[in-house]
């Protein structure tokens, strides 16, 4: 007869192979989903820079409709504070509320309207400026800064670099535009 301690030592126990496996297994499937949500969490940044730019696309036909012409933009890292100032002015008619969030350079202790005076640009869901060219004298219509042929007397460039930063060699074929 088997004695009581060696009957019940191997009964309802796991192996160390079956332990590893389930590990192994266990974080298989926790990498698939991280790196699926950091895909997913770049596509919906996507999505909201795409959907503000089309919001600051109607805001700026808006002014262009009271003015005659679009705000002036030089296409530089703070070329979209002529966009706070001119959608959002201090007082006169406003054509974009521009949300705290897209403010760049604020205090989040000061008042709404102390914001938009400070802030140094608007910014994206990545944290990047929104860049902004418009030169109505340029009848080239070439924006000398991002290349492209839309710009001229009649249109504006508008442009996100997204997920990239702004480096020497960016690939403007991941920009999110207007164009």
Known sequence: MIPLSHRTRFQGAFS?????????????????VLSTSG??????????????????ESALANYKADFGSFPEGDGSRTSSKELIEALSPES??????IPT????????????????ADA????????NPYYYYFD???????????????????????WSVGKQKRASNPNPERYITNW
């Open 92 to 97: 006169g008619k406003v054509y974009f509320e």
């Open 39 to 56: 895909f997913i969490q770049e596509k919906a940044s996507r999505a909201r820079a795409e959907t503000e730019i089309a919001g600051l």
């Open 136 to 158: 109505a004298s340029n009848s080239s219509g070439t924006n000398p800064v991002t290349s492209s042929v839309n710009n001229g007397p009649t249109h504006f460039d508008l």
């Open 120 to 127: 140094d640009f608007l910014s994206d869901p990545f944290g």
């Open 16 to 32: 160390l192979i079956e332990l590893l496996t389930v590990v192994a297994i266990i974080a298989i499937l926790a990498a698939l």
């Open 101 to 116: 969030k897209m403010l760049g350079g604020y205090d989040r202790n000061k008042t709404y309207q102390s914001n938009l």
